[in-house]
């Protein structure tokens, strides 16, 4: 984890120049991103896409390393706008990222926003009734962080706690699973700030996250709880139900980057380590 970490902002969006690596746009300006490519949940999302000459992607911004703006040009980076961009090369289109909130960031897929959501969205049987994923191109797993002076030592002490999460989050689940009270955030960003404030007892992230953080902020007052989280998460690309030839042209990018190692190598650009499914077996 010693790459690029200098360049990631643990803060709000608002000022930031939203020059991407790629076309990019926010929430409040989605309009035409969400109207340059009409497609209907039951139509033909692969054939509009490559009529159009646009992937549109769904990101945060905020979420360092996944994606985030870079603090000296402005530019979206992260290992998953690259993965996103990889993905956009390979389907001979231009990657176009509409980034917006977390807790409505899949629910953008309905109103038809963008194409896919590329954001550490975990597979769970509850997202899989409403919407389709790809085959999972990463793996990974949740810690807790509390204050450094917290008498919370293990995650059975979480119970009654006050947990900073996103309220759709699996993250929110988990806590909510330990007999934690949820105090509603927009993102990982607040959650510190409610930590080191006191008004929250902790957050669940994934290890990524932290990793990341800590890396950025050595001096930190937040602490891991030297636990995992009982679940690993796989992650996939999530999309409209009923696009199965797009589906599956997704799974067959995913398969062949991984197998040659365009995946691998983002990864450890950005987190010194390969986190692809497997990778660690």
């Known amino acids: 984890m010693k790459k690029l970490l200098s360049k990631i902002l643990f803060v709000g969006t608002a000022g930031l120049v939203l020059a991407a690596c790629g076309a990019t746009t926010t929430d409040s300006s989605s309009d035409s991103a969400s109207t340059a490519s009409s497609t ?5 999302v692969l054939k509009t896409i490559e009529e159009n000459k646009q992937l549109r992607i769904g990101v945060e911004g905020t979420y360092p390393p996944f994606s985030y ?11 998953e706008v690259e993965i996103a961009e990889v993905i956009a090369e390979d389907l001979g289109v231009e990657a176009v990222f509409v980034e917006t909130k977390w807790d409505s960031l899949i629910a953008g897929l309905d109103v038809n926003k963008y194409d ?47 947990s900073a999460q996103s309220t759709t989050s699996n993250y929110a689940q ?5 007999g934690a009270e949820i105090v509603p955030v927009d993102g990982f960003n607040q959650a510190v700030e409610l930590i080191t404030s006191g008004r929250a007892d902790g957050t669940i992230n994934d290890y990524i996250t932290f990793l990341t953080y800590f890396e950025e902020y050595p001096d930190s007052t937040l602490r891991l709880i030297d636990e995992k989280l009982p679940t690993n998460d796989e992650v996939g690309i999530i999309l409209q139900k009923e ?22 190598a983002i990864f450890e650009k950005y987190l010194g380590e390969d986190i692809s499914v497997g990778a660690n077996n």
Do not use: M, W
């Open 40 to 44: 209907a949940t039951t139509g033909n």
């Open 69 to 79: 703006h870079d603090t000296e040009t402005g530019d979206l980076v992260g290992f």
């Open 116 to 162: 896919i959501v590329i954001n550490n969205v975990g597979v769970t049987e509850e997202r899989q009734e409403a919407y389709d994923f790809t085959d999972a191109y990463f793996e990974s797993y949740g810690q807790l962080a509390v204050s450094a002076d917290s008498d919370i030592q293990t995650l059975e002490d979480y119970s009654g706690k006050k």
């Open 174 to 178: 988990n806590a909510r699973d330990l």
């Open 243 to 264: 696009n199965t030839e797009f589906q599956t042209k997704l799974n067959e990018i995913i398969a062949a980057r991984t197998e040659d190692g365009t995946f691998k």
